[in-house]
């Protein structure tokens, strides 16, 4: 019998379990992994799929309608369907919101949680979107003793940010901010780099979420040139999102500086002064692992 997952379903989700399970899940044969486009004016439909050999298939899919807002409708709308490895059956109907917020912020947890220092204190958030946060709920279950600072351009964003999120200090200094945070973790749509290399500080680590597409970016070159690069998966970072596509293709870094991605997680380490990048660019194969840990999770 398909189940279908609310939801209401992440009461029961744990964020270190997950990020331990996608962990897991790249310890499995690499997935095949395909994306779907297709156009009408202004709207889109997504499809993503995945298809990991002892997890299954998902296939995410999704719409995107920019017109819907004025008229009091959500933009996006969606579902993820999850399959049986073994015969193809339809398992479950995931509700896309809760697979999409927690794949993201999971994903970032993971390299989080390898990458930065485990005495982290000061949390910074750029971005006060709906990203932010989930970045929020999952780095707090990781650096439970960490203090919170949200960033956004707007700062009635940041404001409603902290009243959403109790205590959480705004700052109005993005550089100030930056250069005494632990962790800074960014989720903005920018197209031209907001965090600059010459504020970075020895020890910090870097969580770059923002960027998707080619003509995005949330830091600039010298920010790369001194931070340890890594990413969840080089098939869905280095050719596709502006963040690094455009330093490789200008020669600001070169391919080897992008040091390993989740398929060599033992390769995820730091040294006391480092400063530690990572770039969480996504993929259907994440959408998969993290639909199968909700389904494994989930008692109705």
Known sequence: MTQFIPFEAEDQLDWIALSDALAVGH???KGTVEDVFLYRDDNTLLNRSAWIKGMGLAVKCATVFPGNPALGKPMIAGAVNLFSDNDGRLEAILDFALVTKWKTAGDSLLAARRLARPDSRNILIVGAGTVGRS???AYGAAFPAAKFTVWNRSPAGAAQFAQDCPGVAV???LEAAVRTADIVTSATMSTDP???GDWLQPGQHIDLIGAYRPDMREVDDTALRRSRIFVDSFDTTLDHIG???RPLASGAIVRDDVLADFYALDQFTRQPGDITLFKNG???HLDLMTSRYILESYKP
Do not use: C
Request: aromatic fraction near 6%; charged fraction near 30%.
């Open 243 to 245: 963040e690094l596509k």
């Open 171 to 173: 700052a109005d200094d």
């Open 135 to 137: 970045l929020w709920q």
């Open 27 to 29: 310890k499995a044969p």
């Open 282 to 284: 996504g993929g259907a």
């Open 194 to 196: 907001i965090i600059m």
